[in-house]
């Protein structure tokens, strides 16, 4: 069972580092390549400690390891919400003399 998990796991790295790989050499979304990256060292480092789970040190460390990323999504979550949340006041009666894009890729003058 436990060769099992840890072929998993393994395997989640691995895909994750191929598509991290492939999404940084596509114009427009080499973040979301960064992300995958994470997503692979995250999932490297759980198959690390799930190998050395009948040390005392490494349940900690996985511990610690997934409060970390659970209070790291709840921060995400909140961040959205209030992101989501502000969107509906947008003043429709101001006049605009510019709209700014963020991650729009202006280079230059050229958009």
């Known amino acids: 069972m436990r060769m099992k998990k840890q072929k998993l796991l393994w395997t989640l ?3 994750f580092a191929v598509l ?3 999404l940084r050499s596509i114009p427009g979304i080499r973040f979301s390549g960064l ?3 994470c997503a692979a060292v995250v ?3 759980f198959a690390v400690l799930n190998g ?4 005392k040190w490494a349940k900690r ?12 999504f709840a921060l995400f979550a909140a961040m959205e ?18 709209v700014i894009i963020l991650g729009a890729g202006v280079n230059g003058t050229e958009p």
């Open 13 to 15: 790295a691995a895909i």
């Open 20 to 22: 991290g790989t492939v």
């Open 35 to 37: 992300l995958c990256w």
């Open 52 to 55: 050395l789970s009948e040390r």
């Open 81 to 98: 919400a209030l992101v989501l949340h502000d969107n509906r006041t947008d003043a429709v009666d101001k006049d605009v003399t510019c």
């Open 43 to 45: 999932w490297i480092a």
């Open 61 to 72: 460390c996985k511990r610690i390891l997934l409060v970390l990323l659970a209070v790291g």
